[in-house]
């Protein structure tokens, strides 16, 4: 086979798996995993609470002590805030179990529910405070009826500030699992139309390919048609090895190419001419695989099929500041501007235009031109994506 290419050789390392995250060594990483803080701090939503709730409460119960020496109200004023510290954290842990219940209602429910909750607990926390104050800071003093309710104020608002923080901080961890969600979604639906795409390549290089031994068959050139199904078995291999959505080096990518042309060379011997430029630059580059088999195939259908002669088919790979321009081109007499999915199939330069577009969104080019050689050539701009890359 013809070539002007590089080595494609590299050395053999494992790769890193794209899902996997480095972990940093770092002198504090044994005590955060101690206390469970070596996580996002949402992602177990439990821990997060009960972290939360004694947190706040502790420093309710430090800030309203330091209140109360700083106004001289002595020693009894820590056993009047460690009741209401205890109050208050008991009465939010039933309102978080009531509030369990009342996110899932509808939003007016929600609202009306845990507004009277909030009331209720505010009542009895007002009672409590009322109720210890008389008791432990002004013993001959003895409240009735309303006057139960002096602090009621300032409890609904200690109350109302930790509901709103409490579907504040559950409505997030809502929405960030419903984005998770349709990014896990999307992720998926953009995979089964990689794999489609991809999948559509196989039965139409196999027609033809299994074509061409039903004829060397017929014509009992029994060596050539074995010789044709073993690297028929070699390309299949090697193809099936690699995931649908998988992205290969521009060193795997040509490597599949030679199998492909070792097939078809069995068809056109020296009537089929191609030729490798990759710049070593290009070779670990990442792109989908078997992007460019469908373009060497229509080459070979449109420049090489029809001429008595044959044609060079050239790829050519280069480095262009963030991206890599790939190159399929022929010396045909240019039919293949009209090269399009073919009817039987529906594979062709639209499925390569759909692969890019789900593979790299806008930041891609698609271009194809009437070439120096007469013929047609298929330009491909993609990001450079290196294959060290983690």
Do not use: C
Not at 36 to 53: C, I, S, T, V
Not at 127 to 149: H, N
Not at 233 to 242: C, D, H, K, Q
Not at 290 to 318: F, H, M
């Amino acid at each position: 086979m013809a070539t002007d290419s590089v080595a494609l050789t590299q050395p053999d390392r494992p790769e890193r798996r794209r899902s996997e995250t480095p972990r940093v060594n770092s002198p504090a990483r044994p005590i955060l995993e101690g206390v469970g803080l070596d996580a996002p701090f949402f992602q177990d939503k439990n821990r997060a609470f009960w972290f939360l709730q004694g947190f706040g409460w502790s420093g309710y119960f430090i800030l309203r002590s330091l209140s109360g020496f700083a106004n001289s109200m002595g020693a009894m004023w820590l056993v009047h805030t460690a009741l209401l510290t205890a109050t208050g954290y008991s009465l939010t842990l039933l309102m978080g179990a009531l509030f369990r219940r009342l996110i899932k209602m509808r939003v007016i429910w929600t609202a009306v529910l845990s507004l009277i909750a909030v009331v209720l607990a505010s009542t009895i926390f007002s009672v409590i405070e009322t109720w210890s104050y008389a008791t432990f800071l002004k013993p001959d003093s003895r409240p009735m009826g309303f006057e139960y309710l002096g602090a009621i104020l300032l409890n609904f608002s200690l109350l109302a500030a930790w509901t709103a923080l409490y579907y504040g901080i559950n409505y997030y961890i809502l929405l960030e699992e419903q984005i998770h969600q349709r990014e896990r979604l999307e992720s998926q639906a953009s995979s089964a139309q990689l794999a489609m795409l991809r999948y559509q390549l196989n039965p139409h290089f196999l027609f033809n390919t299994l074509n061409s031994i039903s004829t060397l068959v017929l014509l009992k050139q029994t060596e050539r048609a074995n010789a044709m199904l073993a690297r028929l078995s070699s390309f299949l291999r090697y193809t099936l090895a690699n995931e649908s959505t998988a992205k290969v080096t521009l060193a795997q990518e040509v490597e599949t190419l030679k199998l492909y042309l070792e097939i078809e060379k069995m068809r056109f011997e020296d009537r089929l001419r191609p030729h490798f430029k990759i710049e070593s630059e290009t070779i670990g580059a990442r792109l989908p695989s078997l992007l460019l088999q469908p373009l060497i195939e229509n080459a070979i259908k449109y420049a090489v099929t029809p001429s008595e002669v044959g044609a060079d088919i050239w790829l050519t790979a280069r480095r262009e500041a963030q991206s890599v321009r790939i190159e399929v081109a022929d010396n045909g007499n240019g039919e293949g501007a009209d090269l399009a999915a073919t009817p039987s199939t529906g594979v062709g330069l639209a499925n390569i235009r759909e692969r890019l577009a789900q593979a790299y969104g806008n930041s891609h080019a698609f271009t194809t031109r009437k070439n120096e050689h007469g013929g047609f050539s298929v330009v491909v701009e993609i990001p450079y994506e290196s294959g060290d890359k983690d």
